[in-house]
């Protein structure tokens, strides 16, 4: 196997699922954040539950947590993503067209990782797979 051959074999559903839950994981603090005000260093306000700040919190914390598991991982993933693209559209673009200038990077980073998720799926170590190992094996 060359430096350059695709990987295959264990880790490449491996190296999925630990993207996918360290991805989760980070963006879930973005929710919690906005729902609960932790993790953060100063002191300060939750925001609203009806207010589209409030469905991003509800979004980012609920979505980030089923993505951890692993659990509906793709159409989580696909409503994720569009979330990001959205966010990025209405908060970032007005201010500049490059990511680095309006400070979206974040935004289009998690965006494109969760298309790849709703595409790839949730990798060996998630739920989904658990759930997918069990229906094979009663459907003999």
């Not at 300060?44 to 207010?51: K, Y």
């Not at 400070?103 to 990782?113: M, N, T």
């Amino acid at each position: 196997m060359g430096l350059l051959d695709p990987m295959n074999g264990p880790w490449r559903e491996r190296l999925l699922s630990m993207l996918r839950i360290v991805s989760a994981f980070v963006f879930m603090l973005h929710g919690t954040q906005k729902l609960f005000v932790w993790p953060t260093a100063e002191p300060g306000q939750a925001v609203e539950l009806v207010s589209l700040m409030g469905l991003a919190g509800i979004l980012e914390t609920f979505g980030g947590f089923l993505l951890l598991l692993g659990l509906f991982t793709r159409p989580v993933a696909f409503i994720l993503a569009g979330e990001m693209a959205v966010a990025y559209l209405m908060a970032h673009f007005p201010q500049s067209f490059w990511p680095v200038l309006n400070r979206g990077e974040p935004a289009v980073l998690y965006c494109f990782i969760f298309l790849y998720l709703a595409v790839a799926g949730g990798g060996a170590w998630s739920v989904d797979a658990v759930l997918r190992r069990r229906k094979g094996a009663s459907a003999f």
